[in-house]
């Protein structure tokens, strides 16, 4: 397989591995259900924890619990690019509210380690916890936004 069709292979699967383990998590009804603070949501967390330290990343989490996965650059001052997204979900939700821009992160990461890429940034994928808490919206939506968007 040419480096192109590899590279498309591994973010296929990278996307539908992530996509599939971390829908899995959910609470019944129709659509997904991973509520904010929620054991659902703790699980996915350590899912993509899992995951990410699979790939040789370092992991970190700050006191809101977003969790926070680094692959260094050549350059340790260039600034970092944050790429991620949330893993809560609105009651019902879609297949890929929040949990799609965390595998594409991952897909992103994949790449790299199995390219042996390396870039002079710092690549650092956020996970921001319990984005969707609905009884501490304001400063949530906030924090989250700062590292998502």
Known sequence: MNQPAAIQAT???T???IL???NALSAGGPGWTRPSYSDLESSAHALIEEEVLR???EVSRDEAGNLFARLRGSDPAATPLYVGSHLDTVSQGGAYDGQAGVAAAMALAACFHATGTRRRWISSSPSPARKRAS???PPISARAG???G
Do not use: D, P
């Open 146 to 148: 700062r590292w998502a």
């Open 15 to 17: 996307i539908s591995r």
């Open 135 to 137: 009884g501490f919206r």
């Open 55 to 57: 790939l040789g990343l």
């Open 20 to 22: 599939t383990r971390v």
């Open 11 to 13: 973010i296929r699967e």
